[in-house]
């Protein structure tokens, strides 16, 4: 779709709300679909849209990719539902891109990063970002069940291609149940991976009691910590305060707040 959105979009950002036609769906699992859109922002690995469908509803979601723009869309109600049932040619209204990114200390770094559920939508962007320039990196991928787990074989798809470069990728799948990986909490397998070595850095997205569990685990080895905070953010420019968070609004200082 060319037209006056796409030229403003190209430019740097969509204040308001733009159609942008759906490229292609591929779907993840029983209930995960991502999205391909015919849309390029300038955007960071770990800035948020807002999508909006007419007359229904608005709601935010992590950027897989910014070129072209692709979104993880779990279907957790109804507005969720109505996007899976959406194909190429329909349109989706976009806004954005919102909220801070994660940032490299610098190069040369061991790095870890921890997805709970579909937060790992985006560490995706981000490991493709750094890959070339960490020294490690190790990604663990969390999930209630092995049906859960998303976004495994895009990682395995990168360390083959990172291992052709002589970069070192590794990536760890846990499940509470014991279905698929290793059997318990994203947690328990980074104070594993945490005691057998040594990192710089944790880059983390997934639900508050996750986060808040990887910041202790970090807090007390001193490692630094850069994590992205799931809210419900309506308006994403700081106005209705939904999204506060100990002080911080995170549509505005988040979603990705550094610690340590």
């Not at 770990?46 to 779990?74: H, I, N, Y």
């Not at 969390?142 to 291609?161: I, M, Q, S």
């Not at 997205?205 to 808040?212: D, V």
Request: proline share 5%; hydrophobic share 40%; aromatic share 8%.
């Amino acid at each position: 779709m060319s037209n006056f959105f796409d030229r403003s979009a190209q430019s740097g950002a969509l204040s308001l709300p733009a159609p942008f036609e759906i490229l292609s769906v591929e779907t993840d699992n029983y209930r995960t679909k991502t999205f391909t859109l015919d849309l390029n922002l300038n955007a960071l690995p770990g800035q948020f849209v807002m999508a909006w469908l007419p007359r229904f509803d608005e709601k935010p979601f992590s950027l897989v990719a910014s070129d072209p723009v692709t979104l993880m869309v779990t279907a957790v109600g109804p507005f969720t539902n109505l996007l899976h049932g959406m194909g190429p040619g329909d349109l989706i209204w976009i806004r954005g891109p919102f909220g801070t990114s994660f940032r490299l200390p610098g190069p040369g770094l061991r790095a870890t990063f921890v997805g709970g559920g579909y937060g790992v939508a985006p560490l995706l962007w981000l490991a493709r970002a750094w890959r070339r320039q960490l020294e490690e990196l190790t990604v663990i991928i969390g999930a209630g069940e092995g049906a859960d787990l998303l976004y495994v074989d895009r990682f395995n798809a990168l360390r083959r291609e990172a291992k052709s470069n002589a970069t070192r990728i590794e990536v760890l799948t846990c499940t509470e149940d014991g279905s698929a990986g290793s059997r318990g909490l994203v947690t328990d397998l980074l104070s594993n991976s945490l005691n057998c070595g040594e990192t710089d850095l944790l880059c983390a997205c997934g639900p508050h009691g996750m986060l808040t569990a990887i910041d202790s685990l970090g807090e007390e080895r001193n490692i630094a910590r850069q994590l992205s905070w799931e809210a419900y953010m309506r308006c994403a420019i700081g106005i209705c305060g939904s999204c506060e968070l100990n002080g911080s609004v995170l549509c505005l200082d988040g979603p990705v707040l550094e610690h340590g």
